[in-house]
């Protein structure tokens, strides 16, 4: 193959050393001309024979053509191609490995039997990842050997990390025995769910109940006669409503620390106060006494500003309503149970009050109404003696 050397050469008189070359037997491919300097190519081997020439013109290697560029910029760059190539494989081979294996359940106890079973199908940290058919083999395996305790599972793999859903089994609760006991109204409200387990409803979704109303009897009917009592079970979910009054201020102003701090001398002399450094535009202040002296007027103490950030907003009738209801929700939030879901709210009236804007919001939400009543002391044929 071709391996040829570009060489620059810079003299007087050019022309004499392009004549030189040629006494000496040296090929030249290509000249370029130039008004101070020329470009010759030769062979890579008279490379060494144009260097041993004993001349004062000045002979630079600029350029290789054909192997010899190729075998210079391999040796060039070979330790860059080598660590280039080694960093591609290492990726591949890293990006086939499982750095972490996440289980996704409350219950310890499945957590540690399936990360038992995976281990044992030779799923866990620093294993390679396997093949979605063979992912799935497995998934049916600890399914079929964990019948008893798993409903279902899902492995999903997230970059170099598996991610296991699991769902555990339903087992048959032992049977809830109770006192015989009616299902009421906890509060004033209307049904909107009705989840009965055992006895009689007697009321429907859409109704309006008041406190105490029974909503699941405990006392069972065979027509008319009442034939038994029993444990009322179920769960009732009704819409109650709320009402919840503010009073803001005109003008509303909220300051909020920002987490940055400052810390300097601070001097008091007589009604003076004297300061070394310039302190937050707006801060909350903490001082420390250092030195005081019921001698001198004088007192040293160390000042802590705390950053703050300060919104103001201007109250009126007419934007009052968005800010009024957040701060309605956050209040009554505190009273509600997790469970419970707001269905919807708005403001009711609202006037201004001196420097003030009452706010009443009224809420609808939904949330878990379900009381007991005790019917042990009913007393069956005395109800249906009245009815006869």
């Known amino acids: 193959m071709i391996s040829r050397y570009r060489l620059k050469i810079q003299g007087k008189n050019l022309e004499y050393f392009v004549r030189k070359l040629v006494l000496n037997q ?10 101070h300097f020329i470009i010759v190519e030769i062979d890579q081997s008279d490379y060494e024979k144009v260097l041993n020439m004993k001349t004062i013109y000045q002979v630079e290697l600029v350029g290789r053509v054909g192997i010899s560029k190729y075998t210079y910029w391999f040796s060039k760059y ?36 399936v990360r038992s079973d995976l281990e044992d199908a030779g799923i866990s940290k620093f294993h390679f990842k396997v093949s979605y058919s063979k992912k799935e083999q497995i998934v049916e395996d600890i399914l079929e ?17 598996y991610v296991v859903k699991v769902e555990q089994r339903k087992k048959n609760k032992d049977k809830i025995t109770c006192s ?8 004033d409200s209307m049904i909107l769910q009705i989840q009965a387990d055992s006895g009689e409803v007697v009321k429907k979704k859409l109704d309006y109940v008041k406190k105490g109303d029974i909503i699941i009897s405990g006392l069972i009917h065979n027509k008319e006669e009442v034939v ?32 940055r701090s400052k810390k300097q001398l ?33 007192q040293l103490n160390l000042v802590e500003y705390l950053e703050t950030t300060v919104k103001k907003k201007n109250y009126t009738l007419l934007n009052v309503d968005q800010d009024a209801i957040s701060l309605a929700e956050e209040k009554l939030k505190d009273k509600l149970f997790e469970d419970s879901k707001i269905l919807s709210k708005n403001v009711l009236k609202k006037e201004e009050k001196d420097s003030k804007i009452i706010v009443e919001v009224f ?26």
């Open 26 to 35: 040296i090929n030249i491919y290509d000249l370029e001309k130039n008004a």
């Open 78 to 113: 070979f330790l860059f191609l080598i660590c280039f190539v080694l960093g591609i494989v290492l990726n591949i081979f890293l990006s086939h490995l499982i750095f972490d294996v996440e289980i996704i359940h409350s219950n310890q106890e499945i957590l540690e039997l």
């Open 145 to 161: 050997k964990e019948t008893n305790d798993l409903e279902w599972l899902e492995i999903e793999e997230v970059g170099t990390k």
């Open 180 to 187: 015989p006991q009616n299902i009421v109204a906890k509060k």
């Open 228 to 259: 038994s009592k029993k444990c009322a079970l179920g769960t009732v979910y009704g819409e109650v409503w709320y009402k919840v009054n503010l009073s803001l201020p005109k003008q509303y102003i909220e300051e909020n620390v920002t987490g």
């Open 266 to 298: 601070e001097i008091r002399f007589l009604n003076s106060v004297y300061q070394f450094f310039h302190h937050f535009k707006t801060y909350q202040k903490r001082e420390y006494s250092i030195l005081q002296t019921p001698l001198f007027p004088i």
């Open 363 to 388: 809420f609808k939400v939904k949330e878990n109404i379900t009381d007991f009543q005790d019917i042990t002391n009913v007393n069956i044929d005395e109800i249906n003696s009245v009815k006869e």
